[in-house]
Structure formats: C-alpha cells, structure tokens
C-alpha cells in the first residue's frame, strides 16, 4: 500500500516540467565559456611591469626635462662623463670582475642566492 | 534513421578537451534545463538562479580536466551548481543576520505553467514550501530519478541522510497534497 501510494508520488513528481530558463541563458553561458576570447599572456612578471613602467615614466621626465631646460642636457652630460671615469678606473673594473666571477660561480654550481622577492615559476 | 549513436556525454568532455569547443556547446544545450531547475529551486529566485547556472557552467568548463573519465557528467555538473547555490545563500546569510526569507518568485514561467495541470501545480507548491534540505532532495530526485548514491555525492552526505530526507520529503508531500 505504501508502495502504491510512493509509486503515485513518484508518477507524479517525474511528470512535473522542469523550469524554463530565462531566454539568452545558453548564449551568455557559451559567451563565457567557448566564445570567451582568450587571455593574451603578459610577457613581463608584475614586477618587470611595474620597473619598465617606471623608467619609461623617468626617460619621459628626462627627456621633457632636457627640451624645456637646455642647461639639464649639460648637466647630464657631466654626469656620462664621470660614468665612463669612474668605469674606467681599475679598482671599479676589479669589483666589477669579481663580481661577474661570482655570478658565473653561482651559475657553475647550479645554486642561486636566495632574494625575498625571487619570481615565481609558471 | 539516424547512422550515428548519440555522443555521450564522456565524449563531449573528451572532445572539448581535444579543442572541439562546439562539444561544450552541446552539454551545454543538454544540462542547461536541469541546472538551471535545481538553482531556481534551491535559491527562489529566477535572477539568482540564472547566475548560479552560469557560474556552474564557467567553473565545469574551467575544470573540465578535473571530469574523471567514467564519472557521470550531470553528477558532476550538479554538484558544482549546488555549490554554487549553497555559496551565494552562505554569502546572503553573512550579509542579513535574520533567517533567509522566502524571496522573490519560485513560480515557473509562463511557458511551464500551461504545461501544469492543476495536480502537478500543488505538487508544486507543495514542494516550494518544503524546508530547504527536503526540496534539494526532492529536485535532485526528480533530476535524477532513484539513483540515491548520486544524490548523495551531490550534496556531499552519506546515503543514509538522503535517503532519510527524501522520506520525510515524501511525507511532508502527502501530508501537504491530502490537506489540499
């Protein structure tokens, strides 16, 4: 009896109609989903992005500078000028190798030192 | 006479994944309905549900790698929707101290409404105003027939308790449709 009685409920519950979705539903699903345009991956870390961000912003700063104030352009020229002494003097030169022969010893052994804010790997 | 068998649904995930998007399109067009029935059931409201069956659709196409070969695509696509569901009334609950009420309109649309007879209307309305863990489990059979162990990995409980609610789902049904 019981059994009959569940059957009729059953009967009746599976002949009910399902919902009718709202129209467009399936065109907004498909626009998310398999029509969605792919995401063109960045080349550059956020980090790389923020620093080519900035000297850009600080070639631009410059470069306006050295337009409206000719005496900036002499300014930066001493300054290119005590770049290329200093590069030139044999104890920067002796810094900057032992330098280089660090970075080839890290390289060589297969380590590298650790910096807080090393890049993710993908 | 058609000369092909219909593609199950395993092959639609396995050719989406193959780079066949248009397979998506087809399981899509196939669970869209049920989807969208079981979040108007489970949210009552024609908006909410219409973002729920989005968001399950966005999620199930995201982590199609995830579909384990052999398992049951409308399981699957259930239970994400009724996650889905379970997070935005979760997300109501936090935001509104009180009870959740009964919102917006459950109703079907005009199109379902001439398709009911006035029995199925009670039926209806009977299952409406069951507590929420006895209409999940109601809708879910009505989706997916007496297939209790799918039930259950929808709602993430032991087939026990679906197997409880959906009794007491039953006879809160007959008590509500002999009342009428």
Not at chain 1, 30 to 55: C, D, K, M, N
Not at chain 2, 156 to 173: I, N
Request: a negative charge; proline letters at 6%.
């Amino acid at each position: 009896m019981n059994d009959d009685l569940d059957d009729d409920l059953d009967r009746a519950l599976f002949a009910l109609p399902l919902d009718v979705p709202p129209p467009g539903l399936r065109e907004s699903i498909l626009r998310a989903t398999i029509y969605a345009p792919v995401a063109i991956p960045s080349p550059f870390s956020t980090l790389e992005t923020i620093g080519i961000g900035i000297a850009l912003a600080l070639a631009a700063w410059i470069a306006i500078l050295c337009v409206v104030d000719h005496s900036v352009v002499l300014a930066l020229g001493d300054v290119v000028t005590e770049l290329v002494r200093a590069l030139s003097d044999t104890q920067t030169l002796v810094w900057i190798g032992v330098g280089a022969l660090t970075a080839a010893a890290f390289t060589i052994a297969g380590t590298s030192p650790r910096f807080p804010f090393n890049r993710r790997t993908s | 006479m058609s000369s092909s068998a219909p593609e199950t649904d395993g092959d639609l995930v396995a050719a989406t994944l193959a780079g066949l998007p248009d397979a998506f399109g087809t399981l899509v067009e196939r669970y869209e309905r049920a989807v969208y029935h079981l979040c108007l059931r489970t949210m009552r409201d024609a908006e909410e549900a219409r973002d729920c069956t989005q968001e399950a659709f966005f999620k199930a196409f995201r982590s199609l790698r995830t579909f384990k070969p052999g398992a049951k695509f409308s399981t699957w696509i259930f239970a994400i929707a009724y996650h889905a569901c379970c997070d935005r009334l979760a997300g109501a609950k936090r935001y509104s101290r009180a009870e959740m009420p009964d919102r917006a309109d459950p109703a079907p649309g005009p199109e379902a409404v001439t398709e009911m007879n006035d029995d199925a209307r009670a039926l209806r309305a009977a299952i409406d105003a069951l507590p929420e863990k006895y209409r999940t489990v109601i809708t879910l059979y009505h989706l997916q027939g007496k297939q209790y162990e799918d039930i259950a990995r929808v709602l993430d409980l032991p087939m026990g308790t679906v197997k409880t609610h959906l009794f007491r789902a039953k006879e809160l049904l007959r008590k509500a449709l002999v009342t009428e």
